[in-house]
């Protein structure tokens, strides 16, 4: 049962992450055991555990994907800001050879996709996951995978914003320049900066939803 219940924590995590489910929607055990072809319990397990994660949230008796107001999601920058910068400084000092080529593979591949939003938002991840692996810290590692988790309740990405994409692959050619040269110091400071500008970029995004609805 138990590699049950770590693919149904999984699936809903991914379907979370992916947008499938969006900040709002209720979700209901039984539909999910259907969707996902497993039972009950391990959907019932998995959804308590993203319960407890604050990934959902209490709607009456339902459970719905949780959401973030802006004063979390500023709450949660700060601390993306400060771990991810050290993630890159530690990355600086740590990666293999192997793993900063892989880094800058990342960089050229990804920069084909910037005209495909959510593709290049998949990337983007992958891109960040690989540097907190990079810093051979494995606590550090974990709260960032908590912090990233968190991030799937945004219900869009930064990178949809005209011109981001560019930009945001050029402050990555930055953050792997530095950690090709083992210079700790700028590969945290530009890894910072650049969360910095996603955090301003989303700031902008929300400013114009509120503005159209209103």
Same mark, same amino acid.
């Given at each position: ?10 699936? !809903? ?10 900040? %709002?929607?209720? &979700?209901? =055990? @039984? +539909?999910?055991?259907?969707r996902f072809g497993v @039972? ?15 990934? &959902?949230?209490?709607? %009456? ?6 959401? &973030? *107001? ?11 800001? =400060?771990? +991810? %910068? ?12 192997? +793993? ?9 591949? *990804? ?32 709260? !960032? ?7 799937? !309740? ?10 981001? %994409? ?41 400013? @114009?939803?509120?503005? =159209?609805?209103?």
């Amino acid at each position: 049962m138990k590699p049950q219940q770590t693919d149904a924590y999984s699936l !809903l995590l991914e379907a979370i992450d992916v947008g499938t489910f969006k900040p %709002g929607d209720r &979700l209901v =055990e @039984s +539909e999910l055991a259907d969707r996902f072809g497993v @039972s009950r319990t391990p959907i019932r397990e998995a959804l308590q555990r993203l319960e407890t994660q604050s990934l &959902l949230a209490r709607d %009456g008796r339902s459970l719905i994907v949780a959401s &973030l *107001d802006h004063n979390q999601m500023a709450e949660l920058y700060v601390v993306r800001r =400060e771990l +991810e %910068g050290l993630a890159a400084s530690l990355a600086a000092r740590h990666a293999t050879e192997e +793993e900063v080529r892989i880094l800058r593979e990342m960089v050229e591949e *990804d920069n084909e996709l910037m005209d495909n939003p959510p593709a290049l938002a998949r990337a983007n991840r992958r891109f960040h996951k690989q540097i907190h692996l990079a810093s051979h810290n494995r606590y550090l590692v974990q709260q !960032l995978d908590l912090v990233h988790r968190t991030m799937a !309740l945004m219900a869009t990405t930064s990178l949809a914003a005209v011109g981001r %994409g560019a930009i945001a692959q050029g402050e990555h050619d930055m953050i792997v320049r530095a950690i090709e040269e083992k210079n700790e110091a700028a590969a945290g400071a530009a890894l910072r900066d650049h969360i910095s500008v996603a955090f301003m970029t989303r700031l902008k995004q929300d400013a @114009s939803r509120r503005q =159209e609805e209103g």
